[in-house]
C-alpha cells in the first residue's frame, strides 16, 4: 500500500479516504492507473482531476458507503474491479450487517489493490467456475444453529460476518491460540488457496510444490482432526510460518502465501513512508533496514526478507511501547523463507525450482 496525494491541492491521502480533508473534494479509486483522484462533479457523472478528458462514476457499492471506487461512465457494469467479485453481500436492510460489511470490504479493497499490482490473475476471462468469487454469510441468530466458516471452496471464499465485530474476532483467536487474526490476514489466507489451484495445481507445477510445501494429496480432513486433537510438536517454527500451517501441505501455502503478501503491503508503506531502521545500540549493519526499492517489482526475493526482519522487529517494538501485542509475532526460519521464495517466483510467473 502507498501515500497518495490530492491533484487539486496537493493534500497527503489515504487509501480508504473519500473527502480532501483540506480543500473538500470528493475523492475516488481509480484502477487503472492504482491511483486515487480528486473529482470534479459534472452533469451526471465525475472527471478525474488524475487523468485528462475521462468521465467517471461510482460503484454501485459506493451507495451504502462500501466502496470508493470508480468506473469509466459509459461501463455497461455497475460495479467495480473489486466489486465485481462479490457473489453475496449481507443483508442490507439490517444496520449491523452494513457495518460490518463495510469493515469486510475495506480489508478486501486492500486485497484487491495488492492481488491488481502484483498483476495476478482473477478469473476475470473466466465463467464462474473458475472465478474468483466472495459469499460474506451471517450465521443464523441462534447459538445452538449451524455456523458460517470462512473457507474456500474451488474459487469461492466464504467469509462470517461476525469477523467483522472486533470483540467477537478476538474471542475467537484466544480460543483458536492465533497470535494473528484480522480480516485482511483471512482475505489473504483464503485467496492462497484459490492461487494454489491456479498457479500450482493449473499450472503445472505440483510436483515442485511437493517437495517445498509437502504432499497435498494427504488427506485433509483427518490432518486437521489430527491437528486440532494433538496441536503442534515444540520446535514446529523451525520449519514453517505459523502453527497452523502445520497442519496439512495446503494450510501450509495458504499461510505462507499470507505472509508474502503482509510482507509485500507493508515494505510499499514503509517505502511511501521514507522508513529506515538503524538503531545505534546495534552492530553495524546488524539491524538496518531501509526500503529503497519496489516489493512489487523486485525480480530477487532476498532483499524483501532481508529487509523485512529488523523492520518488523521495530515495529513489535513500537507496538509494545503502547501496550499492543506485536505486530508480526512470526518468525523467519530459513526453510520459511524458502518457502516465501517460492511464492515469490509464482506470483511472478517463474517455475519453482525442480
Not at 490530492?6 to 489515504?14: A, I
Not at 491460540?177 to 494454489?196: D, K, S
Not at 526500503?291 to 517494538?317: G, I, M, Q, R
Amino acid at each position: 500500500m502507498k501515500l497518495f496525494k490530492c491533484q487539486h491541492c496537493g493534500q497527503l491521502l489515504y487509501f480508504e479516504n473519500t473527502v480532501c480533508e483540506k480543500c473538500a473534494r470528493r475523492l475516488g479509486f481509480i484502477s487503472e492507473i492504482m491511483n486515487l483522484s480528486a473529482l470534479e462533479p459534472t452533469a451526471n457523472e465525475w472527471r478525474a482531476l488524475a487523468l485528462d478528458n475521462k468521465q467517471y462514476r461510482f460503484c454501485a457499492n459506493a451507495e451504502y458507503d462500501v466502496c470508493n471506487w470508480l468506473i469509466e461512465a459509459d461501463a455497461p457494469y455497475d460495479f467495480c474491479d473489486a466489486c465485481r467479485h462479490n457473489r453475496m453481500i449481507p443483508d442490507t436492510s439490517i444496520a449491523e450487517n452494513v457495518v460490518a460489511w463495510r469493515k469486510i470490504e475495506v480489508a478486501k479493497h486492500r486485497l484487491f489493490y495488492t492481488l491488481m499490482k502484483l498483476d495476478l490473475p482473477l478469473g476475470q476471462k473466466y465463467g464462474n467456475d473458475h472465478r474468483l468469487v466472495f459469499d460474506f454469510l451471517a450465521s443464523p441468530p441462534h447459538v445452538d444453529g449451524p455456523r458460517v466458516m470462512t473457507s474456500h471452496d474451488n474459487g469461492l471464499i466464504t467469509l462470517a460476518v461476525e469477523e467483522a465485530d472486533d470483540a467477537e474476532r478476538e474471542k475467537r483467536r484466544t480460543i483458536m491460540h492465533e497470535p494473528y487474526r484480522t480480516l485482511l490476514g483471512h482475505f489473504r489466507h483464503e485467496v492462497g488457496h484459490y492461487f494454489w489451484d491456479v498457479l500450482v495445481r493449473d499450472g503445472g507445477q505440483l510436483e515442485a510444490s511437493r517437495k517445498i510445501f509437502g504432499d497435498e494429496r494427504a488427506d485433509y480432513g483427518q490432518a486437521l482432526e489430527h491437528y486440532y486433537a494433538n496441536g503442534v510438536w515444540s520446535d514446529w517454527q523451525e520449519r514453517f510460518i505459523s502453527a497452523y500451517a502445520t497442519s496439512h501441505p495446503w494450510e501450509d501455502f495458504a499461510e505462507t502465501w499470507a505472509h508474502y503478501l503482509h510482507i509485500v503491503d507493508t515494505l510499499e508503506m514503509a517505502r511511501a513512508f521514507g522508513l529506515y531502521v538503524h538503531p545505534p545500540l546495534a552492530r553495524p549493519g546488524e539491524l538496518d533496514a531501509q526500503v529503497d526499492f519496489d516489493p512489487y517489482s523486485v525480480h530477487d526475493a532476498a532483499p524483501l526478507f532481508e529487509t523485512w526482519v529488523p523492520l518488523s522487529k521495530a515495529l513489535n517494538s513500537l507496538n509494545r511501547t503502547m501496550g499492543l501485542q506485536d505486530m508480526y509475532p512470526f518468525t523467519l526460519s530459513p526453510p520459511v523463507v524458502e518457502k516465501l521464495s517460492a511464492i515469490h517466483d509464482l506470483v511472478h510467473g517463474n517455475k519453482l525450482p525442480a
